[in-house]
């Protein structure tokens, strides 16, 4: 069984900076396309960005383009999501997703963690 385990959550100001990370165990990271999403309350599931397996390939959503980064390193089994620039909008649970093929719709995703709280302020 596939585990992913999110971090570096937490409150910032507007114009600051993140950098979630997601440890993946169980199986080795190099099998996967990973990916972000987020939740807002009361919306739906976003796309945020996607990966491929080697790292060669990234995709973002249109909200994040030019300001978050996606990264993954397969040795250390942890892929990070660089969160610049940040908006009051941004404000989700953010969460990690891993998936056998490069894509970027939540029903493509094989495993998800249980989410990282971002919160950012005005």
């Known amino acids: 069984q596939v585990q992913l385990v999110e971090s570096g959550g937490g409150l910032v100001q507007a114009g600051g900076s993140l950098r979630l990370s997601c440890v993946v165990s169980g199986r080795p990271l190099s099998n996967y396309a990973m990916a972000w999403f987020r939740q807002a309350p009361g919306k739906e599931r976003e796309f945020v960005a996607t990966i491929s397996r080697g790292g060669a390939g990234t995709y973002y959503g249109d909200s994040v383009m030019g300001r978050f980064t996606i990264s993954r390193d397969n040795a250390k089994a942890t892929v990070y999501l660089q969160m610049n620039s940040l908006k009051p909008e941004d404000t989700a649970v953010y969460y990690c997703?891993?998936?056998?093929?490069?894509?970027?719709?939540?029903?493509?995703?094989?495993?998800w963690g249980k989410g990282t709280l971002v919160t950012v302020s005005s």
């Open positions: 997703a891993a998936a056998s093929i490069f894509r970027s719709s939540p029903v493509d995703m094989d495993y």
